[in-house]
């Protein structure tokens, strides 16, 4: 029975098996390797036009401020002083431009957002307290 099974004829569905393992080798490069590859350009280009003044977190989570960039390195102030690290290991920028550190201004209310704290307030200004004796 075996012989049999082994001696039978391959069937001719080659060809559709080249083109599915083609459509996901495309479909592997743009959904994981692209963007991938997009990411570290990007990180790239941030490595090389950092500037002095900026705010940046390095890759092992510290905080600082870059005082001075030279060829091999850049030179960041933390709260404990100055330290050399390499470009590479500026993970990103934490600017007010980058994160919005400072507060964003407040959006304009509409009128029945004002009528509706109005009455809140009314009613937080109306709630009695009462005694702890008389509940006992």
């Given amino acids: 029975m075996l012989t049999i099974f082994l001696q039978a004829q391959q069937q001719g569905g080659g060809s559709m098996m080249f083109i599915m393992m083609a459509v996901m080798l495309v479909g592997f490069y743009f959904l994981m390797l692209r963007p991938q590859m997009k ?4 990180e790239k280009n941030f490595q090389e036009t950092i500037k002095p003044g900026a705010r940046v977190v390095t890759t092992s989570g510290m905080h600082g401020k870059i005082v001075n960039v030279m ?24 600017t007010e431009a980058r994160f919005g550190d400072k507060k964003a201004p407040a ?27 008389e509940t006992k």
Wanted: no cysteine; glycine share 4%; charged share 45%.
């Fill in 39 to 42: 990411k570290q350009k990007q």
């Fill in 71 to 94: 060829e091999d390195g850049v030179i960041i102030e933390t709260m404990s002083g100055k330290l050399k690290f390499e470009r590479a290991a500026i993970s990103r920028e934490f």
């Fill in 107 to 133: 959006a304009k209310e509409t009128p029945k957002e004002n009528k509706v704290k109005e009455v809140a307030k009314e009613e937080k200004e109306n709630v009695t307290v009462t005694d702890e004796t």
